[in-house]
C-alpha cells in the first residue's frame, strides 16, 4: 500500500512538472525568440530630396520603425556619389539625373526605384507681370549653374515658346543657389530661377519678390502628353534589392507613409519641426512655407518611365554628359515583380 502510494505521488510529480515545462514558453514573454529587424543604410541629400523621408526618420528614432535604418545626411552630391560607388549605402535620395549618371557609371549597378520629388523650380521676379514663358522675350534671366539642370530645364522651355537666348532672351549665370536667392531678395537682380528651398528663402527676405512662373505647371503645358517634371528619386543598389527582397519592400511602404504624412495639410506645423530636428532644412519656418511648394510625392519606377524618359532625352539632347552619356534601358527601373 505503501509503495503504491510513493508509486501515485512520484507520478503526479511528473505530471505536474512536465505541464509547467510546457506551459513555460506561452506564459513567460522572456522565453520568445527576439524579432530580428531587418537594416537599411539610407543616402540622402538635404532639401527638398530627403524631406519626405523625414517622418521615417523620426519614427526610427523613436524605435517605433518597422526596420532598423541608418540615415547619413549630406550637402554635396558628389559626397553621396561616392558612398553610392563604395557601396556605403543600400538606398539613396537624389536628383533623377544623377541617378541615371550613376547607372551608367556603375554598369548598372542602381535602379531607380521612384520618384519621390516633381518640379521644385520657379522664376522668381519683381513685381514684373510675368504670366508665361513667352511674356520673357526681351528680358533679363538670371540662372544659378550655368550647365545645370535647371539651366536645360529653361532652355527647353524657351526653345518651347520659340525664343532664342541672346536673340530673345538674355541669360546669365550665378555659381551658388544661395547667392542667386541673396541677389532677389536685396532687388539687384529682377528676374531669377531658383530651386526650392532657396525659393523660399528669397521670397522671405525680399520684400517686392514674388513667384512669376512654377516650372513644373509650365513643363507640363510644353509636353505633348502632359508630362510631370521628375527631379528627384529614390535608388536602390541593384545587388540589395535582389538580396533582401523582403527589407527593401518593407522600407518601401515605410517610405510612402512617410511622404503621405509629410504631404498631409494637417501635418504641416510637425512636418516643418521634424524638418529641423533631423536636419533636412535650416528650420523649421523655412519648411512649412517649402513643403507646398516642393512636389514631394511617391511614384513607382514603371508608372514614372515615360516622364523620366521624356525628361532624360532633353537633358541628353542639351549635354549628353548629364545623364552619363546613355539613355536609360529597361534595367534601369526597379521592378518588385
Known amino acids: ?75 554635396s552630391p558628389d559626397d553621396l556619389v561616392a558612398k553610392i560607388i563604395n557601396k556605403e549605402v543600400d538606398v539613396a ?42 511674356d520673357l522675350k526681351g528680358k533679363q534671366i538670371y540662372i544659378s549653374g550655368k550647365g545645370a539642370t535647371p539651366d536645360f530645364v529653361m532652355q527647353y522651355l524657351l526653345e518651347q515658346h520659340g525664343l532664342s537666348i541672346g536673340k530673345d532672351v538674355a541669360v546669365d549665370y550665378f555659381i551658388q543657389h544661395s547667392d542667386l536667392a541673396t541677389a532677389l531678395a536685396a532687388g539687384d537682380v ?9 525659393v523660399t528663402t528669397a521670397l522671405m527676405k525680399g520684400e517686392h519678390l514674388g513667384i512669376a512662373l512654377d516650372l513644373n505647371e509650365e513643363w507640363q503645358k510644353a509636353t505633348a502628353e502632359s508630362g510631370k517634371l521628375p527631379m528627384g528619386c529614390i535608388v536602390v543598389q541593384k545587388e540589395f534589392a535582389a538580396g533582401e527582397k523582403n527589407t527593401f519592400r518593407q522600407f518601401l511602404a515605410e517610405y510612402r507613409e512617410s511622404i503621405a504624412f509629410v504631404t498631409e495639410p494637417n501635418n504641416l506645423d510637425e512636418a516643418a519641426q521634424l524638418m529641423e530636428k533631423h536636419g533636412i532644412l535650416p528650420n523649421a519656418a523655412i519648411a512649412k512655407a517649402a513643403i507646398p511648394y516642393c512636389n514631394i510625392v511617391y511614384v513607382d519606377a514603371l508608372k514614372a518611365q515615360p516622364d523620366l524618359d521624356h525628361y532624360y532625352q532633353v537633358l541628353y539632347d542639351f549635354e549628353p554628359g548629364s545623364v552619363g552619356g546613355k539613355l536609360a534601358d529597361e534595367g534601369f527601373y526597379y521592378s518588385e515583380y
Open 1 to 75: 500500500m505503501c509503495c503504491r502510494k510513493i508509486s501515485c505521488l512520484l507520478l503526479i510529480s511528473v505530471l505536474l512538472v512536465s505541464l509547467v515545462g510546457c506551459s513555460q514558453p506561452a506564459t513567460d514573454p522572456e522565453a520568445q525568440p527576439p524579432q530580428i529587424k531587418g537594416t537599411v543604410r539610407i543616402g540622402s541629400l538635404l532639401g527638398p530630396t530627403g524631406m519626405g523621408m523625414v517622418k521615417l526618420m523620426d519614427d526610427d528614432a523613436q524605435g517605433t520603425a518597422a526596420l532598423d535604418y541608418n540615415f547619413i545626411l549630406v550637402a
Open 93 to 134: 535620395a537624389l536628383p533623377t539625373n544623377l541617378a541615371l549618371l550613376l547607372y551608367n557609371k556603375t554598369e548598372g549597378q542602381i535602379q531607380l526605384a521612384a520618384v519621390n520629388t516633381l518640379g521644385t523650380l520657379y522664376l522668381l521676379a519683381q513685381s514684373e507681370e510675368i504670366n508665361s514663358i513667352a
Open 190 to 198: 529682377d528676374i531669377g530661377l531658383l530651386p526650392q528651398p532657396h
